[in-house]
């Protein structure tokens, strides 16, 4: 089985971040036993969405749970090439139209406990695909072997495979970029996935200025460990 090698978040120069996605992973813990499968999504591109979801993985898997990170943008995915896998490797569109078995398409990692499945070459037919009885097939699969599955997905605002997925998934994570998209763009990017029946976890609230004395981190936190913990998230992450 091949390897990729994934750059740990384990920074420890950055105690907000970190802190960051120690509370989001905790949310997940305690969100239920029967909650294993998490869809994470934005409202558009260029939120941070596949760099929060991968070091979220990595996040659990470092707290000691086996996880399988899922690839599901199967029209503009980056993490192919963000982790220089060359070759003809096989991916998720491989296995949906049953060129591959699964097995195939699962590639271990440099990080313990992590495992991870890529998008595969550009479908003619994504949405079809994700919503297929051979993915949610594949995603109780994988909840049978792993502790958490988290499934990275493109943007609500652009297509709609992120609420198509969120149907065979437990809950679904938004990722929204500080002062980039408006509340009325979050609440129908929400409205959408709760009318596919998705249970919502939270919002992941990325790119947030940290300039000018930390002033904002100030009343974030506040809030944080206020009325609204449980529900907000911050990072200051870069784009993905």
Same mark, same amino acid.
């Given at each position: 089985?091949?390897?990729?090698?994934?750059?740990?978040?384990?920074? %420890? !120069?950055?105690?907000? /971040? $970190?802190? *960051?996605?120690?509370?989001?992973?905790t949310?997940?813990?305690?969100?239920?036993? &029967?909650?294993?499968?998490?869809?994470?999504?934005?409202?558009?591109?260029?939120?941070? %969405? !596949?760099?929060?979801? /991968? $070091?979220? *993985?990595?996040?659990?898997?470092?707290?000691?749970?086996?996880?399988?990170?899922? &690839?599901?943008?199967?029209?503009?995915?980056?993490?192919a090439?963000?982790?220089?896998? %060359?070759?003809?490797?096989?991916?998720m569109?491989?296995y949906?139209?049953?060129?591959?078995?699964?097995?195939?398409?699962?590639?271990?990692?440099?990080?313990?406990?992590?495992?991870?499945?890529?998008?595969?070459?550009?479908?003619?037919?994504?949405?079809?695909?994700?919503?297929?009885?051979r993915?949610?097939?594949?995603?109780?699969?994988l909840?049978?072997?792993?502790?958490?599955v988290?499934?990275?997905?493109?943007?609500?605002g652009?297509?709609?495979d992120?609420?198509?997925?969120?149907?065979?998934?437990?809950?679904?994570?938004?990722?929204?970029?500080?002062?980039?998209?408006?509340?009325?763009?979050?609440?129908?990017?929400?409205?959408?996935?709760?009318?596919?029946?998705?249970?919502?976890?939270?919002?992941?609230?990325?790119?947030?200025?940290?300039?000018?004395?930390?002033?904002?981190?100030?009343?974030?936190?506040?809030?944080?460990?206020?009325?609204?913990?449980?529900?907000?998230?911050?990072?200051?992450?870069?784009k993905?």
């Amino acid at each position: 089985m091949a390897e990729i090698t994934i750059r740990s978040l384990n920074n %420890k !120069s950055d105690y907000r /971040m $970190n802190e *960051a996605y120690k509370a989001l992973r905790t949310n997940i813990e305690f969100s239920g036993e &029967d909650k294993k499968a998490f869809v994470v999504t934005s409202c558009m591109p260029n939120e941070g %969405k !596949s760099t929060i979801t /991968m $070091n979220l *993985a990595v996040s659990l898997s470092e707290a000691g749970k086996t996880v399988c990170f899922v &690839d599901a943008d199967l029209r503009k995915s980056v993490l192919a090439g963000r982790y220089h896998v %060359k070759g003809d490797y096989k991916g998720m569109t491989h296995y949906l139209t049953g060129k591959a078995e699964l097995t195939e398409c699962v590639f271990t990692t440099n990080i313990n406990r992590l495992d991870m499945i890529l998008s595969g070459p550009v479908p003619p037919n994504p949405s079809e695909l994700l919503g297929s009885k051979r993915f949610t097939y594949l995603i109780q699969t994988l909840r049978d072997h792993y502790d958490y599955v988290i499934i990275d997905a493109p943007p609500v605002g652009s297509v709609i495979d992120a609420v198509v997925v969120s149907r065979s998934t437990d809950a679904s994570i938004i990722v929204c970029a500080s002062g980039e998209v408006s509340y009325r763009f979050l609440q129908d990017v929400q409205d959408q996935l709760e009318r596919a029946g998705s249970h919502i976890l939270g919002v992941v609230l990325n790119k947030v200025p940290v300039a000018g004395g930390n002033k904002y981190y100030g009343k974030y936190y506040g809030k944080y460990y206020g009325k609204y913990y449980g529900k907000y998230y911050g990072s200051s992450e870069e784009k993905s």
